[in-house]
C-alpha cells in the first residue's frame, strides 16, 4: 500500500473511500482478528454485528484522524486504536441507559425513573461520559470488561454531581416553590386518573373534555404526548426527538401533565359547565 501524503501536523482529516477501500484490501483480516480478541471485553456486543458496523463506520460515514494516516510499519497500531474508539463507543450506547439509570436510581435510593433528580444528574453524567470525544471513557485499558469500567466511571460522576447539585440548590430561591411543585406533581398521569374517576358518568366527562384540553397545547408539548401516550417513547428517545435533554424532556411532560390534569379536574368540579361537549 502506498503511504499517503503526510498533512499538516495534528491537523484533522478525514478517510476518504479510496483510502478506507485500500485499508481493507491489505488489512480485513487483521481487523477481523482484532475485534474477535477485543469483543468479549465489549459486552453486550456481538463480533458478527460490531465488525459490519466497523467496516461501513470506515467506508461509508468516514474517520477522522489527526497527523494523517501512517505509513505501512505504523498501520496496525492505528488500527488498534480506531477500533478500540470503536468498541467503547459502542459498548458505550449499548449499556448507558441501563446503568446510568440504575446507578442513580440506587444511590438515591428511587424507584422512579422518571424522578426529576434521577433525569438532572443522568444527564450531567452523559455530559461529562461524552465530552471531547468520549475522553473520560477512551482512558479505558482493556484488562478488565468495559461494564466495570463504565460503572465504576458513573459512580464517581454520580459523586461529583451530587455534590454540585447541592451546591446550585443552596443557590436557588427563586423558583423554590416551582421546583417543588414538578418533583411533586398532584397527578403523575392524568390517563390514569381519569381510569380512576369515581364513576361512569364522570370518566365520561373526564373523557370528553381531553381532546379539549389537549387542543389547547403548543405543537411541541402536543408531540411531547403523542410520543410518551401513543407511541410508547422512552423519556431518552422523546429528548431525541424534542432536541433537548432527558432532564428537560422529563420537567415538560410532567408540566403538561399537572396542566391536563388541573383543568380536567376544575371542569368536573363544576359540573361540566362552561364547555361541556354538546352544550
Not at 70 to 86: N, V, Y
Not at 203 to 229: G, M, N, T
Request: proline share 3%; glycine share 8%.
Amino acid at each position: 500500500m502506498k503511504a499517503t501524503r503526510e498533512p499538516e501536523i495534528n491537523k484533522p482529516v478525514r478517510l476518504d473511500r479510496n483510502q478506507a477501500g485500500d485499508i481493507l484490501k491489505l488489512y480485513r483480516d487483521f481487523i477481523d482478528k482484532s475485534i474477535k480478541r477485543k469483543i468479549a471485553l465489549y459486552e453486550p456486543l456481538d463480533f458478527k454485528t460490531t465488525y459490519k458496523k466497523f467496516i461501513r463506520r470506515l467506508q461509508g460515514e468516514g474517520v477522522e484522524v489527526t497527523g494523517g494516516i501512517p505509513a505501512d510499519g505504523k498501520m496496525e497500531m492505528f488500527l488498534e486504536g480506531l477500533i478500540k474508539d470503536f468498541l467503547i463507543e459502542t459498548a458505550y450506547y449499548a449499556l448507558a441507559d441501563k446503568y446510568i439509570q440504575r446507578i442513580i436510581m440506587n444511590k438515591l435510593g428511587s424507584s422512579d425513573a422518571g424522578d426529576i433528580r434521577v433525569l438532572e444528574i443522568g444527564d450531567m453524567i452523559r455530559e461529562k461520559l461524552e465530552k471531547d470525544g468520549f475522553k473520560k471513557l477512551k482512558a479505558f485499558q482493556e484488562k478488565a470488561k468495559f461494564k466495570t469500567f463504565l460503572v465504576t466511571a458513573v459512580t464517581h460522576l454520580f459523586i461529583d454531581s451530587w455534590r454540585q447539585r447541592g451546591r446550585i440548590e443552596k443557590n436557588v430561591t427563586k423558583y423554590g416553590s416551582e421546583l417543588v411543585a414538578l418533583s411533586d406533581p398532584p397527578v403523575d398521569d392524568p390517563l390514569e386518573k381519569l381510569i380512576e374517576s369515581e364513576d361512569e358518568d364522570s370518566r365520561s366527562k373526564a373523557a370528553a373534555f381531553l381532546p379539549q384540553v389537549l387542543e389547547q397545547l403548543d405543537y411541541k408539548e402536543k408531540l411531547a404526548i403523542k410520543l410518551k401516550y401513543e407511541q410508547d417513547m422512552k423519556l431518552s428517545a422523546i429528548a431525541r426527538t424534542l432536541g433537548c435533554t432527558r432532564f428537560k424532556a422529563g420537567i415538560l411532560i410532567k408540566q403538561i401533565e399537572w396542566r391536563i390534569s388541573r383543568e380536567i379536574s376544575g371542569k368536573l368540579k363544576q359540573g361540566g359547565h362552561h364547555g361541556t361537549p354538546g352544550r
